[in-house]
């Protein structure tokens, strides 16, 4: 590809080697579609050296998307059935679902946070 595997920006979009594309967004998150869980785990190892503050523990959601060009679009027990794998329609996928792992990982630091403030809340109560 002449623009060396980018395929689309905001948020940046790219070729995965062995097939997929992932999509990048500025607050660290990746997005992937069609990636085999192998060639995810190689593209995420790559990616340490362009980080800046990256998460310890990484934050995962998965959905099964099927194209059913006849039916309506719909989200049905995990898997979303779309009218076609049109770039839009799947930028709208990749931006539910980055911004819900993110809103898991901030639960996740402000639960731990309570979990350490609560002794001390305690103590002063």
Known sequence: MANGGHLA??????EVKGGGAAKLHRYG????????P???MAFLASLPPLL??????PETEDLEIR???RDRESVVS??????????PRLQVIANIL????????YEKKIAAEFDRIEPLAAKLG
Request: cysteine-free.
């Open 9 to 14: 920006s905001n948020p940046i979009t790219v």
């Open 29 to 36: 998150v990746v997005v992937f579609f069609d990636v085999s």
């Open 38 to 40: 192998a060639e995810e």
């Open 52 to 57: 800046a503050n990256p998460y310890a523990t």
């Open 67 to 69: 194209i059913e060009p």
């Open 78 to 87: 995990g898997v979303a059935y779309l009218e076609n794998a049109s770039a």
């Open 98 to 105: 980055s911004k819900s792992a993110l809103l898991s990982l």
